[in-house]
Protein backbone atom coordinates (compact mmCIF):
# COMPACT_ATOMS: atom_id res chain seq x y z
CA UNK A 1 0.00 0.00 0.00
CA UNK A 2 1.30 3.44 -0.82
CA UNK A 3 2.46 5.64 2.07
CA UNK A 4 1.20 9.24 1.87
CA UNK A 5 3.25 10.03 4.84
CA UNK A 6 6.54 8.78 3.39
CA UNK A 7 5.57 10.93 -0.31
CA UNK A 8 5.09 13.88 2.09
CA UNK A 9 7.99 13.61 4.21
CA UNK A 10 9.88 12.78 0.78
CA UNK A 11 8.81 15.96 -1.09
CA UNK A 12 9.01 17.98 2.30
CA UNK A 13 13.23 16.81 2.94
CA UNK A 14 13.59 17.41 -1.04
CA UNK A 15 11.94 21.08 -0.58
CA UNK A 16 14.50 21.91 2.52
CA UNK A 17 17.56 20.48 0.68
CA UNK A 18 17.02 22.52 -2.58
CA UNK A 19 16.28 25.69 -0.91
CA UNK A 20 18.88 25.67 2.14
CA UNK A 21 15.98 26.02 4.42
CA UNK A 22 17.67 24.05 7.74
CA UNK A 23 21.12 23.62 9.35
CA UNK A 24 22.57 21.44 11.73
CA UNK A 25 22.02 23.22 15.12
CA UNK A 26 19.52 25.85 13.94
CA UNK A 27 16.72 27.44 15.86
CA UNK A 28 13.10 26.51 13.79
CA UNK A 29 10.20 29.02 15.13
CA UNK A 30 7.08 26.92 13.74
CA UNK A 31 3.52 28.97 13.13
CA UNK A 32 1.23 26.68 14.80
CA UNK A 33 -2.38 27.00 14.17
CA UNK A 34 -3.21 23.24 15.03
CA UNK A 35 -4.71 23.44 11.75
CA UNK A 36 -3.79 20.41 9.14
CA UNK A 37 -0.65 22.28 7.37
CA UNK A 38 0.41 23.56 10.42
CA UNK A 39 0.08 19.80 12.37
CA UNK A 40 1.62 18.24 9.69
CA UNK A 41 4.65 20.79 9.43
CA UNK A 42 5.02 20.51 13.21
CA UNK A 43 4.91 16.55 12.93
CA UNK A 44 7.61 16.95 10.34
CA UNK A 45 9.93 18.72 12.17
CA UNK A 46 9.91 17.16 15.48
CA UNK A 47 10.75 13.90 13.26
CA UNK A 48 13.92 15.97 11.89
CA UNK A 49 14.58 17.76 15.49
CA UNK A 50 16.79 15.09 16.70
CA UNK A 51 18.71 14.13 13.19
CA UNK A 52 19.50 17.88 12.68
CA UNK A 53 19.73 19.39 16.46
CA UNK A 54 17.07 21.38 15.94
CA UNK A 55 15.82 24.17 18.46
CA UNK A 56 12.34 23.99 17.81
CA UNK A 57 10.25 27.18 19.38
CA UNK A 58 6.45 26.71 18.54
CA UNK A 59 4.46 30.09 18.22
CA UNK A 60 0.38 30.02 18.12
CA UNK A 61 -1.72 33.44 17.16
CA UNK A 62 -5.09 33.67 18.96
CA UNK A 63 -6.72 35.83 16.39
CA UNK A 64 -9.90 35.89 18.19
CA UNK A 65 -12.01 35.75 15.08
CA UNK A 66 -14.40 32.57 16.00
CA UNK A 67 -14.70 33.01 19.97
CA UNK A 68 -14.91 29.79 21.45
CA UNK A 69 -13.01 27.69 18.73
CA UNK A 70 -10.49 29.92 18.94
CA UNK A 71 -9.78 29.35 22.30
CA UNK A 72 -9.47 26.05 21.65
CA UNK A 73 -7.00 26.41 18.87
CA UNK A 74 -4.72 28.03 21.49
CA UNK A 75 -5.15 25.28 23.84
CA UNK A 76 -4.92 22.34 21.74
CA UNK A 77 -1.55 23.76 20.22
CA UNK A 78 -0.65 24.27 23.81
CA UNK A 79 -0.94 20.73 25.15
CA UNK A 80 0.16 18.99 21.92
CA UNK A 81 3.30 20.92 22.09
CA UNK A 82 3.65 20.03 25.92
CA UNK A 83 2.96 16.18 24.46
CA UNK A 84 6.29 17.15 22.88
CA UNK A 85 8.49 18.43 25.64
CA UNK A 86 7.90 21.96 24.00
CA UNK A 87 6.64 25.15 25.28
CA UNK A 88 4.15 26.87 22.95
CA UNK A 89 4.52 30.78 22.94
CA UNK A 90 0.95 32.09 22.68
CA UNK A 91 0.02 35.54 21.18
CA UNK A 92 -3.45 37.14 21.36
CA UNK A 93 -5.12 39.77 20.14
CA UNK A 94 -8.59 41.54 18.25
CA UNK A 95 -8.12 40.93 14.57
CA UNK A 96 -11.29 42.48 13.89
CA UNK A 97 -10.01 45.61 16.24
CA UNK A 98 -6.84 46.13 14.50
CA UNK A 99 -8.43 46.26 11.02
CA UNK A 100 -10.74 49.00 11.54
CA UNK A 101 -8.51 51.09 13.55
CA UNK A 102 -5.69 50.72 10.74
CA UNK A 103 -8.07 50.78 7.69
CA UNK A 104 -7.19 47.12 6.31
CA UNK A 105 -9.01 43.82 6.42
CA UNK A 106 -8.84 41.40 8.76
CA UNK A 107 -6.47 38.57 6.92
CA UNK A 108 -3.61 41.74 6.37
CA UNK A 109 -4.19 42.66 10.38
CA UNK A 110 -3.45 38.99 10.94
CA UNK A 111 -0.91 38.67 8.57
CA UNK A 112 1.05 41.49 10.15
CA UNK A 113 0.52 41.06 13.49
CA UNK A 114 1.47 36.84 12.83
CA UNK A 115 4.88 37.70 11.28
CA UNK A 116 5.65 40.49 14.07
CA UNK A 117 5.18 37.85 16.67
CA UNK A 118 7.18 34.96 14.82
CA UNK A 119 10.02 38.11 13.90
CA UNK A 120 10.25 38.52 18.44
CA UNK A 121 10.43 34.60 18.79
CA UNK A 122 13.30 34.30 16.39
CA UNK A 123 15.20 37.04 17.55
CA UNK A 124 14.81 35.43 21.67
CA UNK A 125 15.81 32.11 19.37
CA UNK A 126 19.07 34.06 17.94
CA UNK A 127 20.17 35.60 21.17
CA UNK A 128 20.04 32.11 22.98
CA UNK A 129 21.53 30.47 20.41
CA UNK A 130 24.66 32.69 20.11
CA UNK A 131 23.21 34.75 16.64
CA UNK A 132 23.39 31.60 14.76
CA UNK A 133 20.48 31.61 11.52
CA UNK A 134 16.95 31.16 12.41
CA UNK A 135 14.07 29.98 10.30
CA UNK A 136 10.34 30.34 10.57
CA UNK A 137 8.74 27.86 9.41
CA UNK A 138 5.30 28.90 7.90
CA UNK A 139 2.88 25.90 6.20
CA UNK A 140 1.65 27.28 3.21
CA UNK A 141 1.02 24.76 0.64
CA UNK A 142 0.76 23.79 -2.83
CA UNK A 143 -3.01 24.93 -3.23
CA UNK A 144 -1.93 28.13 -1.77
CA UNK A 145 0.49 28.76 -4.19
CA UNK A 146 -1.67 28.27 -6.93
CA UNK A 147 -4.59 29.95 -5.34
CA UNK A 148 -2.02 32.76 -4.53
CA UNK A 149 -1.37 33.35 -8.38
CA UNK A 150 -3.79 33.24 -9.81
CA UNK A 151 -5.54 36.11 -7.16
CA UNK A 152 -2.32 38.15 -8.39
CA UNK A 153 -3.31 37.06 -12.52
CA UNK A 154 -6.57 38.61 -11.42
CA UNK A 155 -5.57 41.97 -9.77
CA UNK A 156 -3.13 42.52 -12.88
CA UNK A 157 0.47 41.89 -11.02
CA UNK A 158 3.23 42.29 -12.63
CA UNK A 159 5.48 39.56 -13.84
CA UNK A 160 7.52 39.40 -10.49
CA UNK A 161 3.91 38.76 -8.96
CA UNK A 162 3.45 35.90 -11.12
CA UNK A 163 6.59 33.96 -8.76
CA UNK A 164 3.76 33.45 -6.01
CA UNK A 165 4.90 32.83 -2.99
CA UNK A 166 8.89 31.96 -2.38
CA UNK A 167 10.51 29.13 -0.87
CA UNK A 168 12.71 30.83 1.69
CA UNK A 169 13.23 34.73 1.58
CA UNK A 170 14.69 37.09 4.23
CA UNK A 171 12.88 38.16 7.19
CA UNK A 172 14.31 41.58 6.00
CA UNK A 173 12.16 41.40 3.09
CA UNK A 174 8.94 41.41 4.54
CA UNK A 175 7.15 44.66 4.02
CA UNK A 176 7.03 46.83 6.91
CA UNK A 177 9.61 44.85 9.32
CA UNK A 178 12.60 45.82 8.13
CA UNK A 179 12.17 49.43 7.26
CA UNK A 180 10.41 49.77 11.00
CA UNK A 181 14.04 49.53 12.04
CA UNK A 182 13.18 45.62 13.04
CA UNK A 183 16.92 43.68 13.49
CA UNK A 184 16.15 40.48 11.41
CA UNK A 185 19.60 39.57 10.39
CA UNK A 186 20.17 35.94 10.02
CA UNK A 187 16.18 34.99 10.14
CA UNK A 188 14.42 33.57 7.27
CA UNK A 189 11.10 32.61 6.56
CA UNK A 190 11.11 29.10 4.85
CA UNK A 191 8.33 27.11 3.75
CA UNK A 192 8.93 23.23 3.36
CA UNK A 193 5.52 22.21 2.37
CA UNK A 194 5.17 24.61 -0.87
CA UNK A 195 5.45 21.44 -3.01
CA UNK A 196 2.79 19.05 -0.83
CA UNK A 197 -1.18 19.10 -1.79
CA UNK A 198 -4.01 20.07 0.59
CA UNK A 199 -5.03 16.57 0.05
CA UNK A 200 -1.92 15.00 0.44
CA UNK A 201 -1.48 16.88 3.73
CA UNK A 202 -4.64 15.46 5.00
CA UNK A 203 -4.13 12.11 4.12
CA UNK A 204 -0.85 12.32 5.92
CA UNK A 205 -2.45 13.51 8.66
CA UNK A 206 -5.14 10.66 8.79
CA UNK A 207 -2.41 7.83 8.13
CA UNK A 208 -0.65 8.81 11.31
CA UNK A 209 -3.67 9.28 13.26
CA UNK A 210 -3.43 13.07 13.80
CA UNK A 211 -6.33 15.16 14.89
CA UNK A 212 -6.04 18.94 13.69
CA UNK A 213 -8.03 21.39 14.46
CA UNK A 214 -10.58 22.80 11.57
CA UNK A 215 -11.86 26.07 11.01
CA UNK A 216 -14.83 25.93 9.45
CA UNK A 217 -14.60 29.41 8.00
CA UNK A 218 -11.99 27.55 5.36
CA UNK A 219 -15.40 26.15 4.26
CA UNK A 220 -17.21 29.25 3.37
CA UNK A 221 -16.52 32.06 0.32
CA UNK A 222 -16.50 35.36 3.41
CA UNK A 223 -12.94 36.07 2.13
CA UNK A 224 -11.65 36.36 -1.41
CA UNK A 225 -9.25 33.81 -1.11
CA UNK A 226 -12.30 31.33 -0.06
CA UNK A 227 -13.87 32.56 -3.00
CA UNK A 228 -10.87 31.52 -5.57
CA UNK A 229 -10.54 28.34 -3.46
CA UNK A 230 -14.06 26.96 -3.59
CA UNK A 231 -15.38 28.70 -6.04
CA UNK A 232 -13.05 29.63 -8.88
CA UNK A 233 -10.83 27.03 -8.91
CA UNK A 234 -13.02 24.61 -9.37
CA UNK A 235 -15.02 26.28 -12.07
CA UNK A 236 -11.89 26.42 -14.07
CA UNK A 237 -11.21 22.88 -13.70
CA UNK A 238 -13.80 22.03 -16.34
CA UNK A 239 -11.69 23.46 -18.99
CA UNK A 240 -8.39 22.22 -16.85
CA UNK A 241 -8.06 19.70 -14.84
CA UNK A 242 -4.46 20.09 -13.93
CA UNK A 243 -5.43 23.81 -13.34
CA UNK A 244 -3.25 23.89 -10.12
CA UNK A 245 -0.38 22.42 -11.55
CA UNK A 246 -0.45 24.48 -14.29
CA UNK A 247 -0.40 27.93 -12.14
CA UNK A 248 2.31 26.23 -10.57
CA UNK A 249 4.20 25.22 -13.49
CA UNK A 250 3.89 29.34 -14.43
CA UNK A 251 4.54 30.30 -10.89
CA UNK A 252 8.37 28.00 -11.16
CA UNK A 253 8.59 29.97 -14.68
CA UNK A 254 8.18 33.08 -13.39
CA UNK A 255 10.55 32.53 -10.59
CA UNK A 256 13.50 31.55 -12.89
CA UNK A 257 13.22 34.83 -14.85
CA UNK A 258 12.92 36.71 -11.96
CA UNK A 259 16.04 35.31 -10.09
CA UNK A 260 18.05 35.72 -13.29
CA UNK A 261 16.86 39.35 -13.83
CA UNK A 262 17.85 39.60 -10.32
CA UNK A 263 21.42 38.36 -10.53
CA UNK A 264 21.60 40.52 -13.62
CA UNK A 265 20.75 43.55 -12.57
CA UNK A 266 22.96 43.20 -9.10
CA UNK A 267 25.81 43.16 -11.46
CA UNK A 268 25.09 45.75 -13.30
CA UNK A 269 24.35 47.79 -10.30
CA UNK A 270 27.50 46.90 -8.47
CA UNK A 271 29.52 48.09 -11.80
CA UNK A 272 27.17 51.15 -12.59
CA UNK A 273 28.14 53.05 -8.91
CA UNK A 274 30.29 55.78 -8.83
CA UNK A 275 29.87 56.78 -5.15
CA UNK A 276 28.14 55.82 -2.25
CA UNK A 277 27.61 58.29 0.94
CA UNK A 278 25.38 59.27 3.73
CA UNK A 279 23.64 61.93 1.23
CA UNK A 280 23.47 59.73 -1.84
CA UNK A 281 24.08 56.90 -3.64
CA UNK A 282 25.16 57.89 -7.66
CA UNK A 283 25.01 55.62 -10.47
CA UNK A 284 26.91 55.98 -13.82
CA UNK A 285 24.57 57.20 -16.63
CA UNK A 286 26.56 55.84 -19.47
CA UNK A 287 26.09 52.17 -17.36
CA UNK A 288 22.41 52.42 -17.75
CA UNK A 289 20.64 54.85 -20.14
CA UNK A 290 21.42 52.12 -22.72
CA UNK A 291 20.65 48.97 -20.75
CA UNK A 292 17.12 47.62 -21.48
CA UNK A 293 13.97 49.43 -19.40
CA UNK A 294 13.11 45.77 -17.16
CA UNK A 295 17.01 45.67 -16.01
CA UNK A 296 17.06 49.12 -15.40
CA UNK A 297 14.18 49.25 -13.30
CA UNK A 298 15.69 46.48 -10.91
CA UNK A 299 19.14 48.48 -10.87
CA UNK A 300 17.57 51.49 -9.41
CA UNK A 301 15.19 49.95 -7.13
CA UNK A 302 18.61 48.20 -5.82
CA UNK A 303 20.02 52.02 -5.69
CA UNK A 304 16.88 53.02 -4.10
CA UNK A 305 16.93 50.41 -0.82
CA UNK A 306 20.73 51.47 -0.46
CA UNK A 307 20.03 54.94 -0.45
CA UNK A 308 17.12 54.18 2.24
CA UNK A 309 13.77 54.33 0.01
CA UNK A 310 12.71 51.08 0.10
CA UNK A 311 8.53 51.62 -0.19
CA UNK A 312 6.09 53.97 -1.50
CA UNK A 313 7.99 53.63 -5.00
CA UNK A 314 5.47 53.31 -7.98
CA UNK A 315 5.68 53.02 -11.83
CA UNK A 316 5.45 56.64 -12.08
CA UNK A 317 8.64 56.86 -9.99
CA UNK A 318 10.29 54.67 -11.63
CA UNK A 319 9.33 56.57 -15.15
CA UNK A 320 10.40 59.74 -14.16
CA UNK A 321 13.85 58.34 -13.10
CA UNK A 322 14.42 57.12 -16.19
CA UNK A 323 13.03 60.67 -18.17
CA UNK A 324 15.88 62.42 -16.16
CA UNK A 325 18.70 59.78 -16.91
CA UNK A 326 17.15 59.93 -20.54
CA UNK A 327 17.06 63.12 -20.53
CA UNK A 328 19.76 65.48 -22.62
CA UNK A 329 19.43 68.06 -19.83
CA UNK A 330 22.30 67.48 -17.81
CA UNK A 331 20.70 68.83 -14.68
CA UNK A 332 17.40 66.68 -15.11
CA UNK A 333 15.80 65.66 -11.71
CA UNK A 334 12.38 63.84 -10.07
CA UNK A 335 10.83 63.87 -7.40
CA UNK A 336 10.22 61.10 -5.45
CA UNK A 337 8.11 60.22 -2.23
CA UNK A 338 9.15 60.59 1.22
CA UNK A 339 11.96 63.64 0.44
CA UNK A 340 13.59 61.87 -1.88
CA UNK A 341 15.20 62.72 -5.13
CA UNK A 342 16.65 61.50 -8.33
CA UNK A 343 19.00 64.02 -10.02
CA UNK A 344 21.52 64.56 -12.86
CA UNK A 345 25.19 65.86 -12.38
CA UNK A 346 26.42 65.48 -16.01
CA UNK A 347 26.93 62.18 -16.45
CA UNK A 348 26.21 61.04 -13.13
CA UNK A 349 22.56 59.95 -11.91
CA UNK A 350 22.27 60.48 -7.59
CA UNK A 351 19.87 59.23 -6.18
CA UNK A 352 19.23 60.26 -2.32
CA UNK A 353 17.48 63.41 0.24
CA UNK A 354 19.76 66.05 -1.27
CA UNK A 355 17.14 68.62 -1.57
CA UNK A 356 16.54 69.45 -5.20
CA UNK A 357 16.00 73.86 -6.13
CA UNK A 358 12.22 73.57 -8.07
CA UNK A 359 12.86 76.95 -9.12
CA UNK A 360 13.85 76.20 -12.62
CA UNK A 361 10.32 74.09 -12.60
CA UNK A 362 8.21 77.16 -11.49
CA UNK A 363 9.75 80.18 -12.67
CA UNK A 364 12.53 79.83 -14.61
CA UNK A 365 11.17 79.14 -17.81
CA UNK A 366 8.59 82.19 -17.49
CA UNK A 367 5.89 79.49 -16.62
CA UNK A 368 4.56 81.38 -13.42
CA UNK A 369 4.06 79.44 -10.84
CA UNK A 370 1.60 77.17 -8.94
CA UNK A 371 -0.14 76.31 -5.46
CA UNK A 372 -1.55 73.28 -4.30
CA UNK A 373 -3.78 72.94 -1.49
CA UNK A 374 -5.18 70.24 0.91
CA UNK A 375 -8.99 70.76 0.68
CA UNK A 376 -12.49 68.82 2.09
CA UNK A 377 -15.73 69.43 -0.74
CA UNK A 378 -17.02 71.48 1.36
CA UNK A 379 -14.41 74.19 1.51
CA UNK A 380 -13.99 73.39 -2.11
CA UNK A 381 -17.68 74.22 -3.09
CA UNK A 382 -16.99 77.68 -1.14
CA UNK A 383 -14.02 78.91 -2.93
CA UNK A 384 -14.95 81.21 -6.06
CA UNK A 385 -12.03 81.11 -8.56
CA UNK A 386 -11.50 82.91 -11.68
CA UNK A 387 -11.85 79.72 -14.73
CA UNK A 388 -8.90 77.90 -16.31
CA UNK A 389 -7.18 78.85 -12.80
CA UNK A 390 -7.22 75.85 -11.12
CA UNK A 391 -8.00 71.80 -11.41
CA UNK A 392 -8.91 69.68 -8.32
CA UNK A 393 -8.40 65.80 -8.02
CA UNK A 394 -9.50 62.95 -5.88
CA UNK A 395 -6.23 63.33 -3.24
CA UNK A 396 -7.11 60.08 -1.70
CA UNK A 397 -6.78 58.23 -4.98
CA UNK A 398 -3.80 60.30 -6.20
CA UNK A 399 -1.97 58.89 -2.58
CA UNK A 400 -2.66 55.19 -2.84
CA UNK A 401 -1.02 55.21 -6.33
CA UNK A 402 1.65 57.45 -5.61
CA UNK A 403 2.29 57.43 -1.93
CA UNK A 404 1.92 59.55 0.95
CA UNK A 405 4.09 62.50 -1.00
CA UNK A 406 2.02 62.63 -4.05
CA UNK A 407 1.83 65.87 -4.23
CA UNK A 408 5.43 66.63 -3.90
CA UNK A 409 5.70 65.01 -7.70
CA UNK A 410 4.01 68.11 -9.60
CA UNK A 411 5.54 69.94 -11.83
CA UNK A 412 4.32 72.65 -14.21
CA UNK A 413 6.58 72.33 -17.13
CA UNK A 414 6.35 73.10 -21.17
CA UNK A 415 4.39 69.61 -23.12
CA UNK A 416 7.37 67.10 -23.84
CA UNK A 417 7.38 64.36 -26.59
CA UNK A 418 5.54 61.57 -24.87
CA UNK A 419 3.58 63.37 -22.91
CA UNK A 420 0.03 61.43 -22.57
CA UNK A 421 -3.32 62.07 -20.81
CA UNK A 422 -5.57 60.03 -19.32
CA UNK A 423 -9.27 60.23 -21.11
CA UNK A 424 -12.51 58.55 -20.58
CA UNK A 425 -11.78 56.44 -23.32
CA UNK A 426 -8.25 55.42 -22.18
CA UNK A 427 -4.75 57.17 -22.89
CA UNK A 428 -4.13 59.34 -25.47
CA UNK A 429 -0.74 61.50 -26.55
CA UNK A 430 -1.10 65.21 -25.98
CA UNK A 431 0.47 66.06 -29.52
CA UNK A 432 -2.60 63.91 -30.61
CA UNK A 433 -4.93 66.27 -28.23
CA UNK A 434 -3.09 69.21 -29.77
CA UNK A 435 -4.18 68.57 -33.14
CA UNK A 436 -7.33 67.67 -32.61
CA UNK A 437 -7.77 71.21 -31.46
CA UNK A 438 -5.77 72.55 -34.30
CA UNK A 439 -3.08 74.50 -32.57
CA UNK A 440 -0.57 75.63 -34.78
CA UNK A 441 2.71 72.86 -35.27
CA UNK A 442 4.96 75.96 -34.28
CA UNK A 443 3.00 76.48 -30.88
CA UNK A 444 2.24 72.88 -29.70
CA UNK A 445 6.09 73.19 -27.67
CA UNK A 446 4.76 76.25 -25.89
CA UNK A 447 2.04 74.34 -24.45
CA UNK A 448 1.79 74.32 -20.27
CA UNK A 449 0.93 71.54 -18.07
CA UNK A 450 0.43 70.51 -14.75
CA UNK A 451 2.39 66.73 -15.01
CA UNK A 452 3.73 63.60 -13.13
CA UNK A 453 6.35 62.34 -15.14
CA UNK A 454 5.34 62.28 -18.77
CA UNK A 455 1.62 61.92 -17.10
CA UNK A 456 -0.21 64.80 -17.66
CA UNK A 457 -2.72 66.28 -15.17
CA UNK A 458 -3.80 69.52 -16.72
CA UNK A 459 -3.79 71.09 -20.18
CA UNK A 460 -3.44 74.37 -19.37
CA UNK A 461 -5.36 76.63 -21.55
CA UNK A 462 -3.97 79.54 -24.18
CA UNK A 463 -5.40 82.47 -25.59
CA UNK A 464 -3.45 80.24 -28.93
CA UNK A 465 -7.27 77.77 -28.99
CA UNK A 466 -5.58 75.40 -26.55
CA UNK A 467 -8.73 74.38 -24.81
CA UNK A 468 -8.35 73.17 -20.90
CA UNK A 469 -8.18 69.19 -20.43
CA UNK A 470 -7.94 67.35 -16.98
CA UNK A 471 -7.01 63.63 -16.44
CA UNK A 472 -9.51 61.25 -15.91
CA UNK A 473 -7.37 59.65 -13.65
CA UNK A 474 -8.30 60.66 -9.96
CA UNK A 475 -11.53 62.39 -10.75
CA UNK A 476 -13.50 63.67 -7.86
CA UNK A 477 -16.59 61.38 -7.38
CA UNK A 478 -19.46 61.71 -5.19
CA UNK A 479 -17.19 59.23 -2.41
CA UNK A 480 -14.12 61.98 -2.52
CA UNK A 481 -13.18 63.39 0.75
CA UNK A 482 -10.06 64.62 0.36
CA UNK A 483 -9.06 67.02 -2.78
CA UNK A 484 -6.05 68.03 -3.91
CA UNK A 485 -6.65 71.61 -5.07
CA UNK A 486 -3.89 73.07 -7.76
CA UNK A 487 -3.99 76.81 -8.46
CA UNK A 488 -2.08 79.08 -10.60
CA UNK A 489 -0.74 81.64 -8.78
CA UNK A 490 0.77 83.91 -11.93
Known amino acids: ?29 IGFSGGPDSLCLFDLLVDLKDELNLR ?28 HGLKCRVYSFDCEAAAGEEGISTEEAGRNFRYKAFIEVAKEARAENKGKDVAIAVAQNADDQAETVLMRIMRGTGTDGLAGIPYKRAAEGLAGFASSGADTDNINVVRPLLSVFRNEIEAYCDEKGLKPRIDHTNSESIYSRNKIRLELIPALSE ?30 YENSILDKNEDFISLDRGVLKDEHPAVRRRVLSLALKDAGLAEDVGSVHYEAIAEALLSENPSAHADLPNGY ?4 VYRELRLGKKPVDREDIMFGMGLGSFGVHELTMKELDSMEPAPNTYC ?27 DEIKTEGGTKK ?10 PKDERDAVKLIAIGNQ ?4 IPSSSGIRPRYTSKWKITSETEKIAYIVLLV
Request: charged share 30%; hydrophobic share 45%; net charge negative.
Open 56 to 83: LYPVHINHNLRGEASDGDQAFCEAYASE
Open 456 to 459: ALWV
Open 341 to 344: SAWR
Open 392 to 418: AFDLDLMKKELGENALDLLELRRRRAG
Open 1 to 29: MKSTVKDVRGKALATIEKYEMLTEGMSVV
Open 430 to 439: IQDLLVDMKV
Open 239 to 268: YNPNIKEALIRLSSAAEEDRSFLEFASKLI
